[in-house]
T-cell receptor, first 108, second 111 residues
Framework: AQRVTQPEKLLSVFKGAPVELKCNYS??????LFWYVQYSRQRLQLLLR??SRESIKGFTADLNKGETSFHLKKPFAQEEDSAMYYC??????????FGAGTILRVKS | DVKVTQSSRYLVKRTGEKVFLECVQD?????MFWYRQDPGLGLRLIYF???????EKGDIPEGYSVSREKKERFSLILESASTNQTSMYLC??????????FGPGTRLTVL
C-alpha cells in the first residue's frame, strides 16, 4: 500500500539555522513525490516536485530510493518559511496520498 | 491563474442534517477532488472525479457522496451529518499537469 510518513508534527528552528523536514514513503513502483505548503490563512499550494529537481524559495528535496525518503531541506531558515508542510505521493489518475504534515516554526 | 472556489468558508450544521459543499474551478480541469484535513492525519481523499458524471471513491468515502453535473462544479454531500464529520474540507483540481490547485477550504462544524 502507498503510504507517506512525516515523523515530526512540529519542527522549531531559529532564523538562519538549517532546516530538514523528513518524509519517508512506501510505494512499489517508481514514485512521484511532491511537497505542498500552507502558509497561515492561505490555501495549500505546490512547493516543489522531485521530477523538476529545482529549488523553490531556497528549498530543495532529493529523492533517495534506497532509503525511500524525500526530505525537504533549506540551508538558512527565514521567518516567512513558517508554515505547514505536507509531503505527498502520486497514485494513478493524479490522485495523491499525503503525509500527516509538519508544522515548521522559525523563531527570531 | 487557476481559481478554485468553495461556497462557504465556515459552516455550522446539526447532526442529521443534509449538507452540501460546493466547489467550482475556472480552468476547464478534468480532475476534481474532495479531501478532509484533520490535525495529525493530514489530507485524506474522500472522492475523486475525472470527468462529468464520473466519480470514484477515495480512501474515506463512508458517509459522503458527490455530484458532478458540470465540468467546473464538484459537490460533496453529507447525507446525514454526524459529529465525526466536523473537519476542514478542501477541494482541488488538476488539468494537464499533475499539480493540484486547492480551494480555500470549508470549516464544517457539526453540532
Amino acid at each position: 500500500a502507498q503510504r507517506v510518513t512525516q515523523p515530526e508534527k512540529l519542527l522549531s528552528v531559529f532564523k538562519g539555522a538549517p532546516v530538514e523536514l523528513k518524509c519517508n514513503y512506501s510505494y512499489s513502483g517508481s514514485p512521484e513525490l511532491f511537497w505542498y505548503v500552507q502558509y497561515s490563512r492561505q490555501r495549500l499550494q505546490l512547493l516543489l516536485r522531485h521530477i523538476s529537481r529545482e529549488s523553490i524559495k531556497g528549498f530543495t528535496a532529493d529523492l533517495n530510493k534506497g532509503e525511500t525518503s524525500f526530505h525537504l531541506k533549506k540551508p538558512f531558515a527565514q521567518e516567512e518559511d513558517s508554515a505547514m508542510y505536507y509531503c505527498a505521493l502520486a497514485r494513478d489518475r493524479n490522485k495523491l496520498v499525503f503525509g500527516a504534515g509538519t508544522i515548521l516554526r522559525v523563531k527570531s | 491563474d487557476v481559481k478554485v472556489t468553495q461556497s462557504s468558508r465556515y459552516l455550522v450544521k446539526r447532526t442529521g442534517e443534509k449538507v452540501f459543499l460546493e466547489c467550482v474551478q475556472d480552468m476547464d480541469h478534468e480532475n476534481m477532488f474532495w479531501y478532509r484535513q484533520d490535525p495529525g492525519l493530514g489530507l485524506r481523499l474522500i472522492y475523486f472525479s475525472y470527468d462529468v458524471k464520473m466519480k470514484e471513491k477515495g480512501d474515506i468515502p463512508e458517509g459522503y457522496s458527490v455530484s458532478r453535473e458540470k465540468k467546473e462544479r464538484f459537490s460533496l454531500i453529507l447525507e446525514s451529518a454526524s459529529t465525526n464529520q466536523t473537519s476542514m474540507y478542501l477541494c482541488a483540481s488538476t488539468g494537464i499537469t499533475d499539480t493540484q490547485y486547492f480551494g480555500p477550504g470549508t470549516r464544517l462544524t457539526v453540532l
